[in-house]
């Protein structure tokens, strides 16, 4: 029996033990030109951005961090620290929303500069605010003073930068008076239900009506088990939403199997385009992905998806976190997604637009190892990251050898082989020599680089190899047979 368990993810599959099914996936693997750029990705932006922008995680000088989750959650706040009717408070910041400092086409110049060629936006958080009018809401940004269509004007600006849109919607949803985390029991209880699932599926046609160049639907708060409950609406919604967008990329957060199964079901099957589970954590190794596609999303704090006014002494990640991130991300196949949680104002803080441009000059100087370079089939080194194509290698180094030597394991029956190295950022050239070092009975051989001592670099930097057809491996070794 194979057991093959994914801690992160509800994901549970004994292959010789399937289960019966009737809701499971609705597409195999894609390869239309949608996934072929998913695929090409390599870095996204997120964005949190809705009431809860407004406190940043604070109120009266109060912090939440006692009380609440994570600065999104701030509605949550519970406890000695929470002010008195806390909810209420928060539920009638749609009275004094208005981000005047908010403007879309800043955003999209910035996220352009920093390289990222997708945005995931907070089209509606937990709360319910939706931040486009929405005709099926009473509480949304036209009942606001801001009375723009915020998601709108997002769609418009990063698709005018050449950079991919997907809409983050929760379903989970504070505001509706038909939502319920818990199946409900009674008559007006599944009455309420059935009005939210209708309103659900009434704004998800609405924003695919509205914003024709989005392309993926990025779904969150599906874990209740009153929507976990509900597969057969679920399964029938996602193909609804697939028959009015053709191409459109939903991943696998949206929906669960008739057993409750979660992004995958109960055999183990991918439920959507991609995996979406990873989450402030990433895959240990690539094996364990299956070959599906995949991203993971990224808090620059540890745990702050929405602003926070005051980060206090926690830690935040720094572009080389970021960059290690990202290359590890891409030598697995994966995209990295980044979050921004903008001000209540609607800017960009001073911290993570400084992270923006620092990313940003490392991609565009490193851009085909991160773009071009998939996932390569060689052994993992403890220097980098491998990343590559048909034609090349990318080693990103972070941890530099003290020798001055980078010694790469290549099978002894590769066909395709390093042949030559360079610094991808300055093109300078590389001295390489492949050797027998007499290791391994002779399974591989070893592909030394040397890195010039006068070659200083205070970030990770990246070694491009050109690969050529191997000559007859045995001809090069040096020792006899045996
Ligand atoms: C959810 C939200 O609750 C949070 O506010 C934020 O929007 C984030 C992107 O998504 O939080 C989650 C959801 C799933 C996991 C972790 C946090 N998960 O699967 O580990």
Known sequence: MTA???????????????????????????????????????????????????????????????????????RAWRGPSAPEDWAGTYDRLNEVFDPTGLDAGEWARQAKRMGARYVIFTTKHHDGFALWPSAHSDYTVAQSPCGRDLVGEVVDAYTAEGIDVFLYFSVLDWHHPGYTTSVPADDAGRAGWQDFLDYTRAQLLELLERYPAARGLWFDGTWDASWVASYEFTHRLEQELRARRPGLIIGSRFRNDEHGARHFDSNGRLLGDYEQGWERKLPADHAMLD?????????????????????????????????????????????????????????????????????????????????????????????????????RVFLTVVNRPVTGIARLRVPADASRVPVSARLLASGQGLELRRTDIGFDLDAATYCDIAIPSDFVSTRAFVIELTLGDAVDPAAERIDAYM
């Not at 992160?8 to 072929?36: F, I, K, N, Q």
């Not at 964005?47 to 407004?54: A, E, N, R, T, V």
């Not at 720094?318 to 997604?337: E, F, H, K, P, Q």
């Open 4 to 74: 093959i368990t994914n801690p992160w993810t509800t994901r549970s599959r004994t292959a010789d033990d399937p289960v019966d099914v009737r809701y499971g996936p609705l597409v195999a693997r894609r390869d239309d030109e949608g996934m072929r750029r998913f695929r090409r990705y390599g870095l996204g932006q997120f964005i949190h951005f809705g009431l809860y922008s407004i406190p940043g995680n604070e109120w009266n000088g109060v912090s939440a961090s006692e009380g609440a989750a994570a600065p999104e959650w701030i």
């Open 291 to 391: 070959g599906h596609d995949w991203d993971g999303v990224m808090t620059i704090g540890p745990n702050a998806w929405g602003y926070m006014r005051h980060t206090g002494d926690q830690y935040q990640k720094t572009a080389d976190d970021l960059i290690d991130l990202l290359m590890r991300c891409r030598s697995m196949g994966g995209n990295l997604v980044v979050n921004f949680g903008p001000d209540g104002d609607g800017r960009m803080t001073p911290y993570e637009g400084e992270i923006a441009e620092q990313l940003g000059a490392w991609v565009a100087a490193n851009a085909e190892a991160v773009y071009d370079g998939g996932h390569v089939d060689l052994d993992p080194t403890g220097m980098g990251w491998l990343t590559g194509d048909d034609e």
